[in-house]
């Protein structure tokens, strides 16, 4: 009997052994169906969450519009504001810049000198920024500030000189207190050949200078010909 025993435990022992592996996959079986489980439950909350913030979302514009509608009165009011001051700021017609055109009578001239300046019929007074010297060589400054300076010279021949060439010279100079010479701002030179009788315009020449109140503008002449600037 006891050998018996000792077969039948040993065939026990073989049956546990033989029916092990389907519990292994009983339990492996059961831990995947968890799995799955808790991610359907994941999924699930997931999609509710999503479908509680939209439709919060599309319960709370109302409120958002009240609240918009508040506010633009507010932003108006200011726009308003800031555009009644910008009309009244742009109500006026910008200025014009002051100006000044100074021109000469068309004179035979020769040699060296100041060129005489007048006022055109048309000449607009600006006598707060600048004037003419009552000797008619010099544009005096009345204000301070940054001006734009021009130079254009128009000549012709005449009938007894329109053979040869002529040096035409002409500077813009300033006479300024802090300066014991004057500042040459301007020159214009050409070689003209005066054989035609029909006026003739040199290149136009200009620049911009910081000038001080009280400065003097000259130009300096340098020519043998009938010319017009």
Not at 2 to 17: Q, Y
Request: aromatic share 10%; proline share 4%.
């Amino acid at each position: 009997m006891a050998i018996e025993h000792g077969r039948a435990g040993s065939e026990d022992c073989t049956v546990l052994m033989e029916s092990n592996p389907g519990g292994l996959r009983r339990r492996e079986y059961r831990s995947l169906q968890k799995q799955m489980c808790c991610l359907q439950f994941m999924t699930v909350s997931f999609c509710l969450a999503c479908c509680l913030l939209t439709l919060m979302y599309h319960a709370n514009p109302s409120g958002c519009k009240d609240n918009e509608m508040l506010k633009p009165p507010m932003i108006a009011m200011q726009k308003q504001t800031l555009g009644s001051n910008s009309s009244e700021e742009t109500s006026h017609e910008p200025k014009p810049t002051p100006f000044i055109r100074v021109t000469t009578r068309a004179i035979y001239v020769s040699g060296e000198g100041y060129v005489t300046w007048r006022l055109p019929g048309d000449h607009v007074n600006h006598i707060e920024f600048f004037s003419l010297d009552s000797d008619g060589e010099s544009l005096i400054v009345h204000r301070g500030g940054t001006y734009k300076v021009s130079l254009q010279i128009l000549y012709r021949g005449v009938q007894e000189q329109r053979s040869g060439q002529t040096l035409l010279s002409h500077e813009i100079r300033r006479y300024t207190a802090g300066y014991p010479i004057p500042l040459t701002m301007l020159v214009y030179k050409e070689t003209i050949n005066f054989m035609s009788h029909m006026w003739r315009k040199t290149l136009f020449s200009e620049g911009v200078y910081s000038l001080e109140a009280g400065d003097r503008l000259k130009e300096k002449k340098f020519c043998y010909k009938c010319l017009k600037s």
